[in-house]
């Protein structure tokens, strides 16, 4: 039996054109990430969010990293112990419990890490690809 009559091959190449075509349009529309236009991070005391218009600042709450290709957690009022080390963080990435071991309360700050990178801060930093992290906007849901 030829290909071309073959029931389970033609099915078969249906969903191969389907999966090629991608999403339809509708359902891309609904559910659709939108990124970051600048990606900042800082304290508590800065809204958190998608950066989307010009002149107001949001920190993004999804970051992710693309070294290590994990999301970046981030703790209130909490920063990093002065002797955490990058060993640390692949130990015990992503366990607040585990995590909150080298953690000290701090007022306003924000102490975020990746399995491979980690900073705090009580002011605002946009990350670009100078940064000492590779931290990106991995995109906000939008209805």
Known sequence: MNGRNNPRAVAAAEAAVQK??????????????????GVFIGGTSFVRGRMG????LTCCDALRC???????????NRDWSDDVD?????N????????AAKMRARPGSV???CQCSW????????????SDVRWVCAGHLTE
């Not at 218009?53 to 107001?56: D, Y």
């Not at 900073?119 to 100078?130: A, N, R, Y």
Request: aromatic content about 14%.
């Open 20 to 37: 090629l075509a991608g999403p339809s349009r509708k359902s891309s529309v609904i559910g659709s990430k939108q990124k970051c236009t």
């Open 53 to 56: 218009a010009v002149g107001s």
């Open 66 to 76: 693309t070294k290590c290709d994990f999301r970046v957690e981030q703790f209130h």
């Open 86 to 90: 990058y060993l640390f963080f692949r």
């Open 92 to 99: 015990n990435f992503p366990t607040e419990a585990k995590l």
């Open 111 to 113: 102490a975020y890490c």
């Open 119 to 130: 900073m705090s801060t009580v002011e605002e930093s946009k990350l670009d690809f100078s």
